[in-house]
């Protein structure tokens, strides 16, 4: 497996990452134990960098993750998150932010507990908090860090000026935000500010919520549970438009015996040597193609067409309704 380095403290971890947000987000779980498994067999194929949150459940998906990776815990760095107001006795999402320090520190104990270790590798804070200032989330991080119950600090969905707050007082590892094909944003501040800063970037939804895959059209229907029903971007006129950037990517993957989706992988892996992608997938076989991507080298031309015939598509409709973008890159 090849290694990345996340920020210029010492955080390597295999260059792709499996996010576990999908598993166990119900109080019941029926395929608890296929999760597990589908979490060790991860690990057996290389990654070691896995991502979860206090939120995602919440707590169930901690536990999870806890009890999937405890036997395997020297071998792994485990990324979690702090930040939304989730009681942290009852697991009540009351909605909203929190980073109120004591609200970080009750946190942590609680994704400690969960999680089955004495450490965490990756803490993030999961959303700004405009209540409290950067400093203090940062300070109280970096107690953490001290006291041995966190290894490396970092951010998720921060614009620059919040990483640049943040970073002056404990430095940051990675941030974590949507980056991809279809989600570029990220250029015009962010990845600069990261670059200049020395700090990692860890991409969420690499494949566009899974539309990069190739394997979603205009006519694919969502069950009523789905997220992607909620966002614009994913309606029946956008993803008829937007399948032009998926037709670009097929046409380069065929040159390299590669999917839509290794293709789009590969495309952020050679866009800096600190970018780790996080992608999620409940299938081994969708495990295993995108770890692919890691195979496939794209050339200089390749990247060229991409960006070339890229800026001349358009992509329809934002990532998220506006409502949920304003809780974003503060």
Same mark, same amino acid.
């Given at each position: *497996?090849?290694?990345?380095?996340?920020?210029?403290?010492? $955080?390597?971890?295999?260059? $792709?990452?499996?996010?576990?947000?999908?598993?166990?987000?119900?109080?019941?779980? +029926?395929?608890?134990?296929?999760?597990?498994?589908?979490?060790?067999?991860?690990?057996?194929?290389?990654?070691?960098?896995?991502?979860?949150?206090?939120?995602?459940?919440?707590?169930?998906?901690?536990?999870?993750?806890?009890?999937?990776?405890?036997?395997?815990?020297?071998?792994?760095?485990?990324?979690?998150?702090?930040?939304?107001?989730?009681?942290?006795?009852?697991?009540?999402?009351?909605?909203?932010?929190?980073?109120?320090?004591?609200?970080?520190?009750?946190? #942590?104990?609680?994704?400690?507990?969960?999680?089955?270790?004495?450490?965490?590798? $990756?803490?993030?804070?999961?959303?700004?908090?405009?209540?409290?200032? *950067?400093?203090? #989330?940062?300070?109280?991080?970096?107690?953490?860090?001290?006291?041995?119950? /966190?290894?490396?600090?970092?951010?998720?969905?921060?614009?620059?000026?919040?990483?640049?707050?943040?970073?002056?007082?404990?430095?940051?590892?990675?941030?974590?935000?949507?980056?991809?094909?279809?989600?570029?944003?990220?250029?015009?501040?962010?990845?600069?500010?990261?670059?200049?800063?020395?700090?990692?970037? #860890?991409?969420?939804?690499?494949?566009?919520?899974?539309?990069?895959?190739?394997?979603?059209?205009?006519?694919?229907?969502?069950?009523?549970?789905?997220?992607?029903?909620?966002?614009?971007?994913?309606? +029946?006129?956008?993803?008829?438009?937007?399948?032009?950037?998926?037709?670009?990517?097929?046409? /380069?993957?065929?040159?390299?015996?590669?999917?839509?989706?290794?293709?789009?992988?590969?495309?952020?892996?050679?866009?800096?040597?600190?970018?780790? +992608?996080?992608?999620?997938?409940?299938?081994?076989?969708? $495990?295993?193609?995108?770890?692919?991507?890691?195979?496939?080298?794209?050339?200089?031309?390749?990247?060229?067409?991409?960006?070339?015939?890229?800026?001349?598509?358009?992509?329809?409709?934002?990532?998220?309704?506006?409502? *949920?973008?304003?809780?974003?890159?503060?």
């Amino acid at each position: *497996m090849q290694k990345r380095k996340l920020g210029d403290g010492g $955080l390597e971890v295999s260059a $792709l990452a499996l996010g576990c947000m999908g598993y166990g987000k119900a109080r019941e779980i +029926p395929d608890r134990q296929e999760m597990v498994d589908l979490i060790q067999q991860a690990v057996e194929r290389g990654i070691d960098f896995f991502d979860t949150a206090e939120v995602y459940g919440p707590f169930t998906n901690e536990e999870m993750v806890g009890q999937a990776l405890a036997p395997l815990r020297d071998q792994v760095k485990i990324a979690t998150k702090f930040g939304w107001d989730v009681n942290p006795d009852t697991g009540v999402h009351h909605g909203g932010v929190n980073s109120e320090p004591e609200h970080i520190r009750a946190a #942590v104990e609680g994704s400690l507990r969960r999680l089955k270790t004495d450490r965490i590798d $990756l803490l993030y804070q999961h959303r700004v908090d405009p209540d409290v200032p *950067m400093e203090d #989330v940062a300070g109280t991080v970096k107690e953490l860090i001290r006291q041995g119950k /966190v290894r490396f600090f970092g951010l998720s969905e921060a614009g620059a000026e919040s990483i640049r707050r943040a970073h002056a007082v404990q430095p940051i590892a990675a941030l974590q935000s949507e980056y991809s094909l279809w989600t570029r944003e990220p250029e015009n501040e962010v990845i600069p500010t990261l670059e200049e800063l020395g700090i990692g970037l #860890v991409p969420f939804s690499p494949l566009g919520k899974g539309f990069l895959t190739g394997k979603i059209d205009e006519s694919t229907r969502f069950d009523s549970s789905d997220f992607r029903n909620r966002i614009h971007r994913f309606s +029946p006129e956008a993803r008829k438009a937007n399948q032009a950037l998926v037709d670009l990517v097929r046409v /380069v993957g065929e040159r390299h015996g590669a999917t839509p989706a290794q293709v789009a992988l590969a495309w952020l892996l050679a866009r800096k040597p600190w970018i780790v +992608p996080l992608f999620g997938t409940r299938k081994l076989d969708r $495990l295993e193609e995108n770890l692919g991507a890691l195979s496939v080298a794209l050339t200089a031309d390749d990247l060229d067409e991409i960006e070339s015939a890229g800026s001349t598509i358009r992509i329809e409709c934002a990532r998220y309704p506006e409502e *949920m973008l304003r809780r974003s890159s503060l």
